[in-house]
């Protein structure tokens, strides 16, 4: 076994979990200090910082020609997100999600993954592609800022208070920056590390960017939306994978295809299961989020389930293993009609329900 791996591996487990704290704390700050609202701040620098890695990352393995590592790591990441981070965090403590967030950001995240569906149906995303993928990222930001500034405004006006004092904006920045540094370097330790070992197994690139790198990149949501969540920050623990997966297609894909001259290659597998799965999960989180406006605990239970079974499938795939002709109709005649029944019936109700309120 490589000692050193797990060592790499180790300590940059440990920079990610102190780089999240210093993130969530300088973030929560930075809301308070320039009237915006928190889960802007987690749509944006939250979100756009944790997702450095996977940037770093993508746009390393497309200028190598590693167009399945860059791929992979974007839909990876994007189905890590919501089902095992939103999963773990809502197991810990039931979040709370935002109106605003169901009405505009999550179908944001589902039209940009349906967007990459049309993108990658000719088998590659070029770079006119990834320069329009960069300039819809460009006007979200512009967008969420603005509108966050102006709703923050009216309800300060309607409440009477006056505008927020921006004391000590400069120390709550320095812990972003510290926060964002420190999780970069332990992404970048713990993906090395895991990459050696994972390589050792003689895995596919596709496997490895889906996977190990996929989590890897993904471990600085992991570890802010887990502290968010327990510090009580639950408009950042939501809107950071939110604002993650947008991020994800938008601008790490999108500078992806423009740091390579023949852009982003999609391989047909990914086409053909892989995109539509990040896709269907990005489609479940709006009868889930819309319930409530609750992700419950038996509700992150589900999503943690069907990660581990998405990965199942994809390792039992990549190694040709029997299981896969038993696995493969389960999810697919048992486990997925059941959750979308029990979805279905929930929305129904709440829709009754808000009906009936008149809300």
């Not at 797990?6 to 990610?16: F, K």
């Not at 967007?115 to 070029?126: D, M, P, S, T, Y």
Request: aromatic share 8%; net charge positive; proline share 4%.
């Amino acid at each position: 076994m490589d000692v050193e791996s797990w060592i790499l591996m180790a300590a940059g487990l440990a920079l990610l979990l102190a780089g999240a704290e210093l993130l969530v704390r300088g973030a929560a700050r930075l809301a308070g200090a320039f009237g915006v609202p928190p889960l802007v701040i987690g749509l944006t620098v939250v979100a756009y910082g944790t997702s450095a890695p996977e940037l770093a990352v993508s746009v390393r393995a497309s200028g190598l020609g590693q167009a399945d590592i860059a791929l992979g790591n974007v839909v990876g990441s994007n189905i890590f997100n919501v089902l095992f981070i939103l999963g773990l965090s809502a197991l810990i403590t039931p979040l709370v999600v935002s109106r605003k967030l169901v009405r505009l950001d999550v179908p944001i995240m589902i039209a940009v993954s349906l967007g990459l569906v049309a993108l990658g149906w000719n088998g590659r995303i070029g770079r006119p592609e990834g320069a329009l993928l960069v300039l819809l990222g460009i006007a979200y930001t512009v967008f969420l800022v603005v509108e966050g500034r102006r709703e923050e405004r009216r309800k300060r006006d309607a409440e009477g208070r006056g505008a927020p004092a921006s004391a000590g904006w400069v120390r709550s920045s320095l812990y972003v920056a510290a926060g964002l540094a420190l999780l970069v370097s332990g992404s970048r330790w713990l993906v090395d590390g895991a990459v050696a070992l994972a390589r050792a197994l003689g895995t596919t690139e596709l496997v490895i960017g889906l996977t190990v790198i996929a989590a890897g990149t993904s471990l600085p949501e992991v570890a802010t939306s887990v502290v968010a969540s327990l510090r009580g920050e639950r408009d950042i623990a939501v809107g950071n994978v939110v604002g993650s997966n947008i991020f994800n297609v938008l601008w790490v894909l999108g500078v992806a295809a423009l740091a390579s001259e023949s852009g982003v290659a999609v391989s047909p597998s990914a086409m053909q299961f892989d995109v539509p799965v990040m896709v269907a999960v990005a489609v479940a989180c709006l009868p889930i989020f819309f319930t409530g406006y609750l992700i419950a605990r038996w509700e992150g239970a589900l999503f943690f389930a069907y990660y581990l079974l998405y990965t199942a499938f994809i390792v039992l795939a990549a190694t040709g293993h029997g299981a896969l002709r038993l696995l493969g109709p389960a999810v697919l005649w048992f486990a997925l009609p059941l959750t979308f029944l029990t979805l279905g019936v929930l929305t129904t109700r709440s829709l009754r329900s808000r009906t009936a309120s008149g809300t």
